[in-house]
């Protein structure tokens, strides 16, 4: 199988302050899709940001960021001036195939800090 | 809002009865997924399917069967529920955009005693 890692199981970081979440993904195809959804405790699933395979620059999407490394196949997300709210479990995936079939990561739990 | 709902939300059954979960969406997106998902296993995919009675098998589909008569609906079936099933399962669909991100359904959460 194919595989997405998440090694942090768990993360802190202070508020306001920037945070990093690893992801490294195995595939061997050409094209696909990266992504990143929060799950608050009330269990939802919430989409964050999208990267393209083919895609030239990184994703942004307000205080988030995808740091896209290709030829290391990682995708890590990166979260600016991290809030209160933003303490959740964060999933890395990685679409294939025309359905656009998802596999995802173990996910990271991030606890913000005052 | 990606106008998809998910019947029912909370569901407590036994070992051997059939089980079935409705996902529905208001928005005609050709692609309906289900995955499952457990602790230490983020979410895996059950079935999907890519249209009216087009539908085929995801990483963990032994026990389940699936249905889909309408564009709105796609149905999760499990024919003998066991406990091994207890998990919270989430419908999602495809946007249909150029990105194709999968929007999530808020989840069931069933309980096979």
């Known amino acids: 199988a194919q595989k997405i890692t998440q090694t942090q199981p768990g993360m802190f970081v202070q508020e306001k302050e920037a945070v990093t979440l690893d992801c490294t993904y195995d595939t061997s195809d050409p094209s696909y899709g990266l992504f990143w959804y929060k799950q608050p405790s009330s269990g939802e699933m919430i989409f964050l940001i999208y990267q393209g395979s083919y895609d030239q620059q990184n994703a942004t999407e307000g205080r988030y960021s995808l740091n896209f490394q290709k030829a290391r196949k990682s995708a890590n997300l990166v979260i600016s001036a991290s809030q209160l709210g933003d303490s959740a479990m964060y999933f890395c995936a990685r679409s294939t195939g025309t359905a656009s079939k998802l596999t995802f990561g173990t996910g990271t739990r991030l606890q913000v800090t005052l | 809002d990606a106008g998809i709902t998910q019947s029912p939300r909370h569901k407590v059954t036994e070992t051997g009865t059939p089980v079935t979960l409705r996902c529905h969406q208001t928005e005609n997106h050709r692609y309906m997924y289900w995955y499952r998902q457990d602790p230490g296993h983020g979410l895996r995919l059950i079935h999907y399917?890519?249209?009216?009675?087009?539908?085929d098998k995801g990483e963990v589909s032994d026990g389940y069967s699936v249905s889909r008569s309408k564009t709105e609906d796609f149905l999760l079936t499990l024919e003998s529920a066991t406990s091994s099933q207890t998990s919270v399962y989430f419908c999602?669909?495809?946007?249909?955009?150029?990105?194709?991100?999968?929007?999530f359904g808020p989840g069931t959460r069933l309980l096979v005693l």
């Open positions: 399917s890519y249209g009216v009675k087009d539908t």
């Open positions: 999602a669909i495809a946007s249909g955009t150029s990105k194709e991100t999968q929007y």
